[in-house]
């Protein structure tokens, strides 16, 4: 089975394009949105299930994000929680029975191909750029907002030649962390979908069952290593020099 | 810039699907915050603050028992030692009355031994006279017995005078 790297388009709204990607990101979005508001919806001191559930994950993360950004952990929290959630529950979502195999077949350059109907989103790079452009831009915004315009531009630019220097190799080191952030998560992801495509193709019984549970913690790693890396980042950025 | 543009577009990268992806992200923040992490965190801040409060309570109803406690010890202490003196005294008291009464009860009865003494010599004096009397009487009889006659009053004078001179001799 071949697995385009690209994600289909499987149809059209106008001009605009509807891949499968975005029609599992709106999926996601919706359990993910339907979750939380039936959750909220009765909040008891005495925690229930599915509160207990989400009160170990939110603390956990926001013990982590305190211990990382101190004071501003407050405001990072809610980015580096949802990047966390978002990318997990797409991740796991991707490895349900129905993604990649589920689809119809397309006339397309006057070749017959296979078109899924859903697709592991982050396997899509327009996913995951996206995700490292929120990222990128939430981190320098924060920055400006904790150390100021001048502090801020002092980070980059600076009358010392060396520090100049380092400064401009940092600013470069900037779109660095937006290529990294978005290809590890799609590189990752789309191998995934390529390793248990191929094993599948090979024979379909029990044999993927390993790569499956490998899938699994590797969804879980890169939904964690993308939380850490922008908090990370958010935290440092936004650290007042000389501290 | 054409071969990033290149690589992008072999990625399927469009603009209108990336602005999608954004917007969808934000999206998804603005509805996690507002109904999840908002709750959640406050429960936890709540419950936090609850526990805090529980366990300083907890203190303060401790050191509140120990006080009471060490009150009742207090007060039980206080009221042994009290029991204590009042058994003191009540024995002492006791012991005097039972002295006294003791001391009472020997002079009585000296007293009453006196007394019978005294009434015991009485009535052996009268038992004296009084056989004396009767034993004068039964002589006279036997000495009319013996001599014949009425002993009278003039042989009664003389008599005794006799017998007085005879003792004299």
């Known amino acids: 089975m071949d697995i385009e790297i690209a994600a289909e388009t499987i149809g059209h709204i106008g001009s605009f394009p509807i891949t499968n990607s975005l029609l599992v990101t709106l999926a996601t979005t919706g359990i993910l949105s339907a979750l939380a508001v039936i959750s909220s919806r009765k909040i008891t001191p005495i925690p229930s299930s599915l509160q207990n559930f989400w009160e170990f994950i939110i603390e956990a993360i926001y013990n982590l994000s305190e211990e990382i950004a101190h004071s501003r952990a407050k405001i990072f929290f809610p980015f580096v929680m949802t990047f966390f959630l978002f990318i997990i529950t797409a991740n796991w979502l991707g490895l349900l029975p129905g993604f990649g195999t589920v689809g119809f077949k397309e006339v397309h350059e006057g070749k017959q191909v296979f078109v899924p109907l859903l697709r592991s989103i982050n396997a899509d790079l327009n996913t995951t750029l996206a995700l490292a452009a929120i990222s990128a831009v939430a981190t320098h915004f924060f920055a400006l907002k904790y150390l100021g315009i001048w502090q801020y531009l002092k980070k980059w630019f600076s009358l010392n030649p060396i520090f100049l220097f380092v400064g401009i190799l940092e600013l470069v080191g900037e779109f660095t962390k937006l290529i990294s952030l978005s290809f590890r998560l799609f590189g990752n992801i789309f191998a995934g979908e390529i390793v248990l495509a191929t094993i599948a193709g090979i024979f379909a019984f029990v044999v993927p069952l390993p790569f499956y549970f490998l899938e699994i913690i590797v969804g879980f790693i890169q939904a964690a290593v993308f939380m850490m890396l922008t908090l990370v980042f958010m935290a440092l950025l936004s650290e007042k020099p000389g501290h | ?169």
């Open chain 2, 1 to 169: 810039m054409t071969l990033i543009m290149e690589i992008l577009n072999e990625f399927g990268v469009k603009p209108v699907l990336l602005i999608a992806q954004v917007v969808n992200f934000l999206l998804l923040l603005f509805i996690l915050k507002r109904f999840l992490y908002k709750p959640i965190l406050k429960a936890l801040e709540q419950r936090k603050q609850k526990i805090v409060q529980s366990l300083k309570n907890a203190e303060e109803i401790e050191k509140r028992l120990e006080a009471v406690s060490k009150e009742r010890e207090e007060a039980l202490r206080k009221a042994s030692k009290e029991a204590e003196t009042i058994i003191g005294e009540a024995t002492t008291s006791a012991d005097r009355i039972i002295a006294q009464a003791h001391e009472k009860a020997q002079k009585d009865i000296s007293k009453m031994i006196e007394r019978s003494q005294q009434s015991l010599k009485l009535e052996r004096e009268k038992l004296y006279q009084d056989i004396k009397g009767e034993l004068a009487g039964l002589v006279m009889v036997a000495l009319e017995k013996v001599t014949g006659k009425v002993v009278t009053e003039k042989d009664q004078k003389e008599l005794i005078k006799k017998s007085i001179k005879q003792l004299e001799s």
